[in-house]
C-alpha cells in the first residue's frame, strides 16, 4: 500500500479543496493516504514546521498543490508530484525544472491549459501527466425553494452564481458590472456569491458602489462557511468571468448541477463548455454578458435545453470515478518511477 501526503495550504482555492477531499475519500483502503495542511487553522502554522513535518514521516510520494508548498516538500528532500493550484505559474515551472535532476519529481494537471503551460515552460512531457478533473453529478433537479428562502431570496428573483467568487482569477469588476446592469433594470437580479476567500472583500466593495442589495453574501447570510455545490440548486444562472486560465471544476459543479451557465470565449473556458450547446459564451465586456444572461432568463426553452446538455457533458466526459482511477495510475506511476538512489537522496 502506497504511503501518500496531500500536501496544500489550509485556504486553498476551491478546486484543490475539493479534488484532495475526493482523492482521500476514494481511494481510502487503496493507498493510505494522509492529509497535511499549512497555514493558520491548519496541521502546520507556516511552512517550516511543514518542512519539519515531512522530514519525519515516512511517506512514498508528496502529493503538493501549489507553488509555495512544492518549495517546502522540495526542502524536505521528498519525492514530489506537483499539481498547479490554481494556476501555474513561470516560478512553478522554473523551480521543477530545476529541481528534476535532483529530486524524484512529476507533474500532473487537471486541466489541457495548464498541462500546455508546464511544458511550453520546460518541464518535460513525459514527466507531466493530464487527468482532467472530476465531478459528481449533482442531484439538483429542480430549484430548491428552502435554501432560497434562508438566502432571503424572493419566487420571484433571479440568482446568478458566480463561479468560485473568491477565487484570484475570476474577474469580479466584470461579474458586478455585468449583473449591476440587470439589476438596474430589474432589482430581482442579483449576485449570488458563497463568501469568505482571499479576494471576498474587494468584491463586496465593488458591489457597494453598484447597488446595495446587488450581491447575497451566501456565508453572512447563513452564517456559516458556504461551498460553490451547496449553492447550485439555489441558483437560477450562473456565470463565469476568467479571462486568464481557468480550473475546470467550478464549471463542472454548474454543469453537473444543471445550471444555464454563462462564460467568456476565452481557449481554457472552450475547453470545457461549447457555445449554444451546453452554455452561452460572451467577449470580456459588461454589456455582452448582461446580454447573455438576460437572454437565458427570458427564454426558459434555451436554459433547460443548455442545462440538460451541459449535465449529460459533465457525466459522460468529468466524472469522478474517470478522475480517482487516473489518478491511482498517476500515483502508481509516480512511486513506481523512484529509483533507490533517488529514494536515498529523498530520504
Not at 528532500?77 to 521543477?96: E, S
Not at 461551498?227 to 475546470?248: F, R, S, T
Not at 446580454?291 to 451541459?310: C, F, K, N, S, V
Amino acid at each position: 500500500m502506497k504511503r501518500i501526503v496531500l500536501f496544500s495550504e489550509v485556504d486553498a482555492d476551491f478546486q484543490t479543496r475539493q479534488c484532495i477531499e475526493q482523492l482521500a475519500s476514494g481511494l481510502a483502503g487503496k493507498h493510505d493516504v494522509r492529509r497535511l495542511t499549512v497555514g493558520r487553522g491548519g496541521d502546520c502554522r507556516h511552512l517550516p514546521a511543514a518542512v519539519w513535518q515531512l522530514l519525519h514521516t515516512q511517506t512514498d510520494l508528496v502529493h503538493v498543490w501549489g507553488d509555495r508548498c512544492l518549495r517546502a516538500a522540495g526542502f524536505a528532500r521528498k519525492a514530489i508530484l506537483f499539481t498547479p493550484a490554481p494556476l501555474p505559474t513561470p516560478a512553478g515551472a522554473k523551480w521543477l525544472r530545476s529541481a528534476r535532476p535532483l529530486l524524484p519529481t512529476r507533474c500532473v494537471c487537471l486541466s489541457g491549459e495548464d498541462h500546455r503551460y508546464l511544458i511550453e515552460h520546460g518541464v518535460p512531457p513525459e514527466q507531466c501527466d493530464l487527468v482532467r478533473a472530476g465531478v459528481k453529478l449533482g442531484a439538483r433537479l429542480t430549484t430548491d425553494t428552502t435554501l432560497r428562502s434562508e438566502l432571503g431570496a424572493a419566487t420571484t428573483d433571479c440568482l446568478i452564481l458566480l463561479a468560485a467568487d473568491a477565487e484570484p482569477w475570476v474577474d469580479q469588476h466584470l461579474a458586478v458590472q455585468a449583473t449591476a446592469i440587470l439589476h438596474s433594470l430589474d432589482p430581482r437580479y442579483r449576485l449570488l456569491v458563497t463568501g469568505g476567500g482571499r479576494d471576498h472583500r474587494r468584491l463586496l466593495r465593488l458591489a457597494a458602489h453598484a447597488a446595495p442589495s446587488l450581491v447575497m453574501d451566501a456565508a453572512e447570510l447563513l452564517g456559516r462557511r458556504v461551498e460553490l455545490p451547496e449553492l447550485v440548486p439555489a441558483a437560477d444562472l450562473a456565470i463565469c468571468p476568467a479571462q486568464h486560465g481557468l480550473p475546470p471544476l467550478p464549471i463542472l459543479t454548474c454543469m453537473a448541477g444543471g445550471v444555464p451557465l454563462v462564460g467568456l470565449a476565452t481557449r481554457a473556458t472552450s475547453e470545457l463548455i461549447e457555445d449554444h450547446y451546453t452554455a452561452l459564451l460572451a467577449p470580456p465586456k459588461a454589456k455582452r454578458l448582461a446580454q447573455r444572461l438576460l437572454q437565458l432568463a427570458e427564454d426558459a426553452g434555451m436554459a433547460h435545453r443548455l442545462a440538460d446538455a451541459a449535465r449529460a457533458e459533465a457525466y459522460k466526459l468529468f466524472p469522478l470515478s474517470r478522475f480517482l482511477g487516473e489518478m491511482r495510475i498517476v500515483y502508481d506511476k509516480a512511486t513506481s518511477s523512484i529509483s533507490p538512489a533517488a529514494e536515498g537522496s529523498a530520504a
